[in-house]
């Protein structure tokens, strides 16, 4: 009465045969894998990206203080990127009120510049960048150099553009 059921048999082989389904034995596809977003973006994609928003040194000492939420803006990063900022660079020191607000000065809103140039621009490490602030004290001169050179630059550009 019982019926006799066949024993089931695997077939392993060495052929490098594409990956089969198991109920249908058709032929599966491998799921493409998609490039991760975790990894640091390329010069050229940088490039592209929207230059920080400091304002001009007038507009900027104008204000005494600027917001901690401001001047995330103005480098187009977290508020939390600023305050971890704030703890691993002795640079910056912002003024703190009862409540815990940071306040920053413009000169910190500078040396900001600075560090946002040395960590996002020009890739260093936040190790490499403490160290290279420490080491060079002309550090922020060339970088203002360097940043002046850059609007003449753009603005020259602009100019052939025009042409």
């Avoid at 009120?97 to 260093?124: A, E, S």
Wanted: hydrophobic fraction near 35%.
């Amino acid at each position: 009465m019982a019926k006799e059921q066949g024993q089931i048999t695997f077939e392993f082989s060495d052929n490098d045969e594409t990956p089969k389904e198991f109920l249908s034995g058709q032929p599966v596809q491998p799921p493409e894998k998609e490039k991760g977003t975790r990894s640091r973006k390329k010069l050229k994609e940088i490039e592209l990206e929207e230059p920080v928003e400091v304002p001009e040194d007038e507009v900027l000492f104008q204000k005494a203080y600027w917001g901690i939420s401001e001047v995330a803006q103005m480098f187009k990063v977290p508020i939390s990127q600023v305050r971890y900022w704030e703890n691993e660079f002795d640079v910056l020191e912002p003024k703190k009120n009862k409540k815990g607000d940071r306040y920053f000065r413009p000169v910190d809103v500078k040396n900001l510049q600075l560090i946002h140039d040395l960590i996002r621009r020009r890739k260093f490490t936040l190790e490499g960048a403490k160290e290279y602030l420490r080491k060079n004290k002309g550090a922020k001169q060339n970088h203002e150099m360097i940043a002046s050179l850059q609007k003449i630059r753009n603005f020259l550009m602009e100019l052939k553009a025009n042409l």
